[in-house]
Structure formats: C-alpha cells, structure tokens
C-alpha cells in the first residue's frame, strides 16, 4: 500500500508491485506483478505492465488506487 501521505503525481515514473488482482475488459494484472505507474489523476494512477517477452503485448489498467500499489524503493527519485 502507498502511504497516503504520498501524493499520486509524485509517483508518477516509478516502479510498484500489485498488491491485488487489477482487472480491465481487456485481461488482467496477476496480484505480484511488476507494473510502472504512467500517469495519474483525481480517480487514480495508471499503471502498465512490461511487454512480454515472447509476443510483446502490455496491458494498461487505469483508475488504480493508492490501497492496490506497493512501491518498489521509495525514497528513489527514479525507480
């Protein structure tokens, strides 16, 4: 979980961990996974998985709450 003294924006560029199942129309974010926070706004963060190595897809979900994110080396300007 981010601490909710962080601010969504300040997180923006940094690496997380998924600390539930995210889930889109489009496929879903295993609980675990290594996802980037892309961006952020008032109803959450968007977070994007690494492309798979065997036939390149990635998968965005949007509208992630601060309570489904753990980030990886916080105190990082850049993880």
Do not use: F, W
Not at 14 to 34: P, V
């Amino acid at each position: 979980m981010i601490p909710k003294k962080t601010t969504m924006k300040s997180c923006r560029g940094k690496k997380a961990i998924t600390d539930c199942e995210l889930r889109n129309h489009y496929g879903c974010i295993q609980k675990g996974s290594l996802v980037t926070i892309v961006s952020s706004c008032n109803y959450g963060m968007t977070v994007q998985t690494n492309p798979c190595p065997l036939c390149g897809v990635s998968l965005t979900v949007t509208h992630v709450g601060k309570d489904c994110l753990t980030l990886i080396n916080p105190d990082s300007p850049e993880s």
